[in-house]
């Protein structure tokens, strides 16, 4: 049987300290589904040792598209939507981590990207180390948690930009408006605008480093205050039902991790609380880096 070939994405902005990490754990997958082809890293006018750093991964399947200027990653993704050659793209955030040699095999065998579209897989955060981390982790899991009991997780919080993998039909005809902020909702809105039925993997991980300052925690959570608004700019959908999480999922998941991390909890209630506050501020598709996640 004819394997899949896959191309993976990488659009990058100052990712000196994870890049070659995450290229050399990319590049050891046992390939038992799929052959990979191709990596592709965009980079957005990077001002570190960002390319020096993948020059040293010695490996033919590495291709660069070097930005000299920053553009966004809205408009990396779409250098890299529109250049790729294989059966599935896998798009890749360059500051995760994969600790899981058959992560993409697993990917592949799970899914049907023919008929998904698009596929997401667990997206979760190293354990934390300081007090900070724990605090803004009680969100994450809380989240997670609402996620897995809404209409058994299809929704669109369960699809997170970190790894992504793509259909190539869907991917050839998809490009992202440049200002885009939310580019993973963005993707898995799209999907559904075009037919598909997106699936989400819960048994696969990648892994991503939290903030550990209150500065970082709101440039990174500020890319997703405006979700809903920004999608109902672009698709014609029904964003009362697509938005509207029920109310059982949401009381279990915040009742759950008070009892389960009280210490926690509340900290973590007055960061949320003051994150609602920024609500108003404006981003663009040039948000501020958490230099303190990579």
């Not at 004819?2 to 754990?25: C, D, P, R």
């Not at 897989?121 to 997670?144: D, Y």
């Not at 992504?164 to 993707?187: G, I």
């Not at 999907?191 to 892994?207: E, H, K, M, Q």
């Amino acid at each position: 049987m004819k394997k899949v070939t896959l191309s993976v994405g990488i659009s990058a902005y100052n990712e000196e300290a994870n890049i070659e990490h995450i290229l050399h754990m990319l590049l050891s997958q046992k390939e038992e589904s799929y052959l990979l082809k191709e990596i592709i890293i965009a980079l957005d006018g990077c001002g570190d040792k960002t390319k020096e750093k993948i020059l040293q991964v010695n490996d033919k399947r590495i291709r660069m598209i070097v930005g000299t200027e920053r553009k966004g990653k809205a408009y990396r993704l779409n250098q890299i939507l529109a250049s790729f050659t294989c059966d599935a793209l896998v798009v890749v955030d360059a500051d995760v981590v994969i600790s899981d040699q058959k992560l993409l095999s697993r990917l592949v065998g799970s899914s049907n990207l023919s008929k998904d579209g698009l596929v997401s897989i667990n997206v979760t955060p190293l354990p934390a180390k300081t007090f900070f981390e724990h605090c803004i982790q009680v969100g994450v899991f809380i989240v997670k948690d609402i996620a897995k009991r809404w209409n058994h997780g299809k929704n669109y919080l369960s699809f997170r930009g970190c790894l992504l993998a793509v259909d190539k039909e869907f991917a050839r005809k998809l490009r992202m408006p440049l200002q885009l902020v939310n580019d993973d909702t963005y993707f898995y809105f799209s999907s559904l605008a075009a037919g598909y039925t997106p699936r989400y993997i819960s048994d696969c991980f990648v892994y991503y480093k939290s903030p550990t300052t209150f500065k970082d925690h709101l440039n990174q959570s500020s890319r997703y205050r405006n979700s809903r608004e920004e999608m109902e700019s672009y698709f014609s959908l029904d964003f009362n039902a697509l938005y509207s999480i029920p109310l059982f999922p949401r009381i279990f998941a915040a009742v759950k991790y008070c009892l389960l991390m009280p210490w926690y909890f509340i900290p973590y209630c007055g960061v949320l609380l003051v994150t609602m506050l920024n609500r108003d501020k404006k981003i663009t598709g040039l948000w501020n880096i958490a230099t303190s996640t990579k």
